[in-house]
């Protein structure tokens, strides 16, 4: 039996059933929360894209692991591929930029993003970022559009 003051376990379907699970982070982008912890600063998610091109520039203070479910994807700055059942780590203090190729209809990767990503434009200068607290307010607002609730995001929160 566990004690009342412990926090919460998690075992869920990675892969929801209800896509309306799924948080809109830019057009044919989003990203299914699986663990928002506000303790330690990160997050769990799964991000899934539908479209080919660059997503995001960005640098990570923090370390980063990655595990692709499906298609692929790379860093321009990288001369390796991320494909299925490959697991990737970013080092903090890395910048690169996600790019997915014009052959891969849909990936999905895990990602356990600790601290934060910082956004980066053309000319390399910082441009906004993305932490465990701007990625519950996007769950939050987006629950609240699609009818499931904006308290719908705290069975993420730790
Ligand atoms: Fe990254």
Redesign the pocket.
């Known amino acids: 039996m566990s004690a009342s003051w412990t926090i919460p376990e998690m075992a869920v379907q990675a892969i929801p059933d209800d896509d309306r699970l799924w948080v809109p982070q830019a057009p044919q982008v989003w990203f299914r929360p699986l663990l928002l912890n506000t303790v330690q600063g990160e997050w769990v998610n799964l991000l899934k894209v539908t479209r080919a091109g660059m997503l995001s520039r ?1 640098r ?1 203070p923090a370390p ?1 692991h ?1 595990f692709v479910l499906k298609g692929s994807w790379r ?1 321009l700055e990288h001369d390796w591929v991320a494909t299925e059942g490959m697991y990737v780590f ?1 080092p903090p203090g ?1 910048i ?1 930029t ?1 790019v997915v190729d014009d052959d891969v209809p849909e990936m999905i990767t895990l ?1 356990h ?1 600790c601290g934060a ?1 910082v956004y980066f434009d053309e000319q390399m200068r910082p441009c906004g970022h993305d932490d465990v607290h701007t990625k519950i307010e996007l769950c939050r607002r987006h629950y609240a559009r699609v009818g499931l609730g904006d308290d719908f995001v705290r069975q993420f929160i730790r």
Do not use: W
């Open positions: 960005h990570h980063v990655g860093y970013e890395e690169h996600l990602f993003v990503l």
